[in-house]
T-cell receptor, first 116, second 112 residues
C-alpha cells in the first residue's frame, strides 16, 4: 500500500518551455502533498506544501510564479515549471501524506528535468 | 527552527557486519517524529523506519533498529547483517507535523 506515482520520470526540453509534473497517490487519499528539489549529491529541499483544494504554501526563496502547484483532488497534485531555464534543471520529487500529521510521507520516484 | 545533522558523509561496512549511522537534531517542539529514509541510486525515497518522540521504546524493523536518545536529541540507525542491497544514501528526517526536515545524508557503501 501507500503508492505514489510521479510522471514523467525524465524530461528534456528547450529553454522557455513549460513543464508539468504529476504526482498521484494510487491507493490512498493524500490530504497533503509536498514538492522537493534535489541537486546532485545533496539533500532534499522542500519547495512547497499543498493541501487539497487550497493554495500551496511556498518555502522562502521559491518563486511561486515560476513553480505553479495545483492540488485539485485528494489523489493528484501537479507542479508546473513555467518558462523553464537551464538553472531549473534538477531532480524534482513529490511526496504525499494521508490523514494526520504523524503519518509518514510516501514518495514518488522523482522527475529528472533537463533544460537545454 | 528545526535542524537535522548527519556528521558522517560516508560510511563503509562489510557484508554481514553491523553499521551505525549517526543523526542529531534540534527542535523546540515537544511532539515530533523522526524518520530514516533510504535513497538508492534509482533515487527513489524509501521509508526505512520511524520513531514517535513520545515513545521511549526504540523502533525496529527487521534488520534495522534505532537508538533514540531524546534528552541528547540523538537518533542513530543500526543496520545488522548488512547486505549489498543496503548500499544507498540514508537520510535522517524530522517532522513536527509539517514537512520533513532532512539531514545532508550519509552514503553507505557495502563491500563483499
Amino acid at each position: 500500500g501507500a503508492v505514489v506515482s510521479q510522471h514523467p520520470s525524465r524530461v528534456i526540453c528547450k529553454s522557455g518551455t513549460s513543464v508539468k509534473i504529476e504526482c498521484r497517490s494510487l491507493d490512498f487519499q493524500a490530504t497533503t502533498m509536498f514538492w522537493y528539489r534535489q541537486f546532485p549529491k545533496q539533500s532534499l529541499m522542500l519547495m512547497a506544501t499543498s493541501n487539497e483544494g487550497s493554495k500551496a504554501t511556498y518555502e522562502q526563496g521559491v518563486e511561486k510564479d515560476k513553480f505553479l502547484i495545483n492540488h485539485a483532488s485528494l489523489t493528484l497534485s501537479t507542479l508546473t515549471v513555467t518558462s523553464a531555464h537551464p538553472e531549473d534543471s534538477s531532480f524534482y520529487i513529490c511526496s504525499a501524506r494521508s490523514g494526520y500529521s504523524n503519518q509518514p510521507q510516501h514518495f514518488g520516484d522523482g522527475t529528472r528535468l533537463s533544460i537545454l | 527552527a528545526q535542524t537535522v545533522t548527519q556528521s558522517q558523509p560516508e560510511m563503509s561496512v562489510q557484508e554481514a557486519e553491523t553499521v551505525t549511522l549517526s543523526c542529531t537534531y534540534d527542535t523546540s517542539e515537544s511532539d515530533y517524529y523522526l524518520f530514516w529514509y533510504k535513497q538508492p541510486p534509482s533515487r527513489q525515497m524509501i521509508l526505512v523506519i520511524r520513531q514517535e518522540a513520545y515513545k521511549q521504546q526504540n523502533a525496529t524493523e527487521n534488520r534495522f533498529s534505532v537508538n533514540f536518545q531524546k534528552a541528547a536529541k540523538s537518533f542513530s540507525l543500526k543496520i545488522s547483517d548488512s547486505q549489498l542491497g543496503d548500499a544507498a544514501m540514508y537520510f535522517c528526517a524530522l517532522s513536527s507535523g509539517y514537512a520533513l526536515n532532512f539531514g545532508k545524508g550519509t552514503s553507505l557503501l557495502v563491500t563483499p
